[in-house]
């Protein structure tokens, strides 16, 4: 799955008052229900800036690169462990230009059930 998000000029970055985990860092494990009622322990999202190979930024002019500290944060919602098993970020820019004017948001996702239908996908991404 990817989803992708077209924005406006790039945020201007702001300094760091404290180091953020490395990239390899996981979600705390978060509970689902099944449907029988019983709660089951979720393995933690993983970060997997593996994941970003699946989209042909090159071919289409821009540059991908992970984001580490976005993937983190964003893998660290327990909410997100009961679907997806592993997450990238990316900000995919016009290759070749030093302060690129627009960019896009790149985040794929591996979901913990293949055998998810665009129906689910509508639902799960409108929330």
Same mark, same amino acid.
């Given at each position: 799955?990817?989803?992708?998000?077209?924005?406006?000029?790039?945020?201007?970055?702001?300094?760091?008052? !404290? %180091?953020? %985990?490395?990239?390899?860092?996981?979600?705390? %494990?978060?509970?689902?229900?099944? %449907?029988?009622?019983?709660?089951?322990?979720?393995?933690?999202?993983?970060?997997?800036?593996?994941?970003?190979?699946?989209?042909?930024?090159?071919?289409?002019?821009?540059?991908?690169?992970?984001?580490?500290?976005?993937?983190?944060?964003?893998?660290?919602?327990? *909410?997100? *462990?009961? /679907? !997806?098993? *592993?997450?990238?970020?990316?900000?995919?820019?016009?290759?070749?230009? !030093?302060?690129?004017?627009?960019?896009?948001?790149?985040?794929?996702?591996?979901?913990?059930?293949?055998?998810?239908?665009?129906?689910?996908?509508?639902?799960?991404? /409108?929330?």
């Amino acid at each position: 799955m990817i989803l992708v998000v077209a924005c406006g000029p790039p945020p201007t970055p702001s300094p760091s008052p !404290a %180091p953020t %985990p490395p990239a390899s860092a996981s979600a705390p %494990p978060a509970a689902s229900s099944t %449907p029988g009622g019983s709660h089951t322990a979720v393995t933690a999202v993983t970060a997997e800036p593996s994941l970003l190979a699946v989209v042909p930024a090159a071919a289409a002019g821009l540059r991908l690169d992970y984001d580490p500290d976005t993937t983190a944060s964003v893998a660290a919602d327990p *909410a997100l *462990a009961a /679907d !997806a098993a *592993a997450l990238a970020i990316g900000l995919a820019v016009p290759a070749g230009q !030093a302060t690129p004017s627009e960019f896009v948001i790149v985040n794929v996702v591996r979901l913990r059930d293949a055998g998810r239908d665009e129906t689910w996908f509508r639902g799960w991404r /409108d929330t």
